[in-house]
């Protein structure tokens, strides 16, 4: 994306963003109070249709699909209709014979299968609390549609997995403009932490790292070898800090040491 710039200084823990609860999208943001002017319709949606049986990321899921559903009424407006049509992590973008071409490395071929595997099932236990909680027309009302498509749980699969953050409580949440923030992988860095989490909103802040002003705010995406981003991000980091080789050996005092390059 384009990234995010700072117009000043900034020393190591402090805050750079503050997003008010009301714009965090969570996967609790299905209430009334997250929809302009809501109709009758929209009201019994929240309320009055039974709650289906979905884990937390499954719930942010179907909780962010019918945001888009209904993003003309939605509170994300602005933020949602900036959202790319087509977004896919590196396991689903590459064909085997494409990844067989990146790397000779069969594990890389398995890994990513492994990974397909595990997300297509997701889907299906999803499609199936879904269909089993709600009537047809329930579904229709819903997200427009009988069922949730193999490519809308993909695309919003791939999309949350790449601009939520994690609070301290492990929750995933949407954050409208911290999304914005490139990577850039450097060892011995904690990157970022939130800094103060209230119920009326979260302050966020890199913990040991400071920027000029003019300067790009980067963090870790992931502590992870180029590989690893290219599984999981589809693409691959310049001047990635943690793709190392070590090499080990022994000193005199028959110590072991690590040689890396």
Known sequence: GLG?????????????????????????????????????????????YPKPDFDANDQLIF??????????????????????????????????????????????IHHIQKNREELYKRYYKMKEIYESTYTTEQRISLLGHPTISMGDYVWAWSYLRTHTWKKPNKERVLLPIADLVNCQPIRNTTSLGFVTGTPEGTSIAWTDRSFKAGNQILWNYAKSSSEGYLVHYGFVPQNNEYDYLEIPFLNQECTKYFLRT
């Open 63 to 108: 909780t962010f699909l019918y945001h888009l559903t209904y993003y003309e009424k939605s509170v994300f407006k602005q933020y949602l209709t900036l959202l790319p049509s087509r977004i896919l992590l590196g396991f689903l973008q590459f064909s085997d014979e494409e990844i067989a071409l990146l790397s000779e490395d069969e594990s890389l």
């Open 4 to 48: 995010l710039f700072t117009l000043q200084d900034l020393e190591p823990n402090t805050p750079i963003l503050y997003i008010p609860t009301n714009l965090q999208l969570s996967k609790d943001s299905m209430g009334i109070e997250y929809f302009e002017e809501p109709n009758e319709k929209l009201f019994e949606h929240c309320f009055d």
